[in-house]
């Protein structure tokens, strides 16, 4: 079955940089795309990013283009994003998940997600 | 302020029918853009709950229906049960900017 599986988060301080990671398994991951959403704790949902399936497009939200950067590796059946410059308001879980759907057009959803994993922005 | 606008809380007692509404605009729902809605159970991950308007994935059962017309949306449930008290999030696209959206949720509470 489709597995996503998010690593990599933890507390950083102001200014600080993460990466995180996501493993996926139970399907041939070279044939999706795939983004980074995020959930502040007791809030709703962002979508930060997503990539497709070679890496050559990708989407940024406003709030964290410049700063995170969405890639992946097909051999390995993993996708990464690359947070620097952190701040307090980055702090959230932050999920990977499957997109489907037509996504040049808009029409493009979230299939499959992971558990998250939390990243703490603090001095 | 999200978007796509949800109302914060609906409830419902078991048995009953409780829609949850997604107003948008003319730059994302208004302008044809498919919605989609998520469930998020206490303490997981969302999870698709109907994509494209109307259409549920394998094993979402038929309680759950979708719906748009014009500018809004709404998700409908059922036959309430006390395992579909969650967050729902309704999700679409806005080209103005040109971005994918989440509603800001709608906690369903069974009574």
């Known amino acids: 079955q489709v597995q996503l599986v998010e690593s990599g988060g933890g507390l950083v301080k102001p200014g600080g940089s993460l990466r995180l990671s996501c493993a996926a398994s139970?399907?041939?991951?070279?044939?999706?795309?795939f983004g980074w959403i995020r959930q502040p704790p007791g809030k709703g949902l962002e979508w930060l990013s997503i990539?497709?399936?070679?890496?050559?497009?990708?989407y940024y939200a406003d709030s964290v283009r410049g700063r995170f950067t969405i890639s992946r590796d097909n051999a390995k059946n993993s996708l990464y994003l690359q947070m620097n410059s952190l701040r307090a308001e980055d702090s959230a879980v932050y999920y990977c998940?499957?997109?489907?759907?037509?996504?040049?057009?808009?029409?493009?959803?979230?299939?499959?997600w992971g558990q998250g994993t939390l990243v703490t922005v603090s001095s | 302020q999200s978007v796509l606008t949800q109302p914060p809380s609906v409830s419902g007692a078991p048995g009953q029918r409780v829609s949850i509404s997604c107003t948008g605009s003319?730059?994302?729902?208004?302008?044809?853009?498919?919605v989609y809605w998520y469930q998020q159970l206490p303490g997981t991950a969302p999870k698709l709950l109907i994509f494209?308007?109307?259409n549920r994935p394998l094993g979402v059962p038929d309680r759950f229906s979708g719906s748009r017309s014009g500018t809004s949306a709404s998700l409908a449930v059922t036959g309430l049960q006390a395992e579909d008290e969650a967050y729902y999030y309704c999700?679409?696209?806005?080209?103005?900017?040109?971005?994918?959206?989440f509603g800001g949720g709608t906690k369903l509470t069974v009574l």
């Open positions: 990539i497709t399936t070679s890496g050559a497009s990708i």
């Open positions: 003319s730059s994302n729902i208004g302008s044809g853009y498919d």
């Open positions: 999700q679409s696209y806005d080209n103005s900017p040109r971005s994918w959206v």
């Open positions: 998940a499957r997109v489907r759907g037509y996504c040049a057009g808009g029409n493009c959803y979230l299939d499959s």
């Open positions: 494209a308007n109307t």
């Open positions: 139970g399907f041939d991951f070279s044939d999706y795309y």
